[in-house]
C-alpha cells in the first residue's frame, strides 16, 4: 500500500533554531498534503494544507511565517519550524492523499520535536 | 479544521469484550474514517465508510453511520491486548480536509 515516510522521528532542538521536517510519499505522487499538530493526550489539529506547486493553505490561528510549508514536487513536502520556542513543542504528522479520490489517506510515522 | 466529540474518553475492558466508542461530527461530510494511533506514533487507517452508506464490516470491526444525527460508532469485537490504543473518527468534507475527533483512549486487560 501507499507509504508516507517522514523524518526526524524525533528532535530535540534550542529554542530560536529552526527545525525542518520531511514527508515523502513512497510509491505514489503526493498531489495534496496535510500537516497536523497534536499536543499531549489531544487529537490531531490541522496546520494546513498543501498542493504541489502551490502556496500551502493554514488554517486559521496558525502562523504561516513561523511554519513554513513547501511542496515543491509530487512525492515531498517539508515543515520548517523557525525560531522555534518550546511552546511549540509537539507531535507533527503529515498526511497525503494521492489524486481526487479523498479516500486513500496515508500518514506519516510522526515527528517528536522538543525545544529547550 | 472542527473537532468532534468522542465518547468515552476512555475506556478499559478485558480481553474478549466487545468495545464501543461513538463519535459525532458537525459538517456535512463525503465520508468518516477510523484511524488508530499507538502511543506516540503515526496514524493507521482502520476502515472508512461513505455517507450514503450505514453499516460497514472489516474483520473484527464493524462501524455505523446516522448521518441524520451526524454521529458514528465503532465495535471492535473480542477484544485483544494488541487493540490497546488511542480511537479517532475522521470526518472528511468535500474539501478532502480531515476533521478529527477528541479520541477514545481503550484499554484491554489481559
Known amino acids: 500500500g501507499a507509504v508516507v515516510s517522514q523524518h526526524p522521528s524525533w528532535v530535540i532542538c534550542k529554542s530560536g533554531t529552526s527545525v525542518k521536517i520531511e514527508c515523502r510519499s513512497l510509491?505514489?505522487?503526493?498531489?495534496?498534503m496535510f500537516w497536523y499538530r497534536q499536543f499531549p493526550k489531544q487529537s490531531l489539529m490541522l496546520m494546513a494544507t498543501?498542493?504541489?506547486?502551490?502556496?500551502?493553505?493554514?488554517e486559521q490561528g496558525v502562523e504561516k511565517d513561523k511554519f513554513l510549508i513547501n511542496h515543491a514536487s509530487l512525492t515531498l513536502s517539508t515543515l520548517t519550524v523557525t525560531s522555534a520556542h518550546p511552546e511549540d513543542s509537539s507531535f507533527y504528522i503529515c498526511s497525503a492523499i494521492a489524486g481526487e479520490s479523498g479516500y486513500g489517506y496515508t500518514f506519516g510515522s510522526g515527528t517528536r520535536l522538543t525545544v529547550v | 479544521s472542527q473537532q468532534g466529540e468522542e465518547d468515552p474518553q476512555a475506556l478499559s475492558i478485558q480481553e474478549g469484550e466487545n468495545a464501543t466508542m461513538n463519535c459525532s461530527y458537525k459538517t456535512s461530510i463525503n465520508n468518516l474514517q477510523w484511524y488508530r494511533q499507538n502511543s506516540g506514533r503515526g496514524l493507521v487507517h482502520l476502515i472508512l465508510?461513505?455517507?450514503?452508506?450505514r453499516e460497514k464490516h472489516s474483520g473484527r470491526l464493524r462501524v455505523t453511520l446516522d448521518t441524520s444525527k451526524k454521529s458514528s460508532s465503532l465495535l471492535i469485537t473480542a477484544s485483544r491486548a494488541a487493540d490497546t490504543a488511542s480511537y479517532f473518527c475522521a470526518s472528511r468534507s468535500n474539501d478532502y480536509k480531515l476533521s478529527f475527533g477528541a479520541g477514545t483512549t481503550v484499554t484491554v486487560r489481559a
Open positions: 510509491d505514489f505522487q503526493a498531489t495534496t
Open positions: 465508510i461513505r455517507s450514503n452508506e
Open positions: 498543501s498542493n504541489e506547486g502551490s502556496k500551502a493553505t493554514y
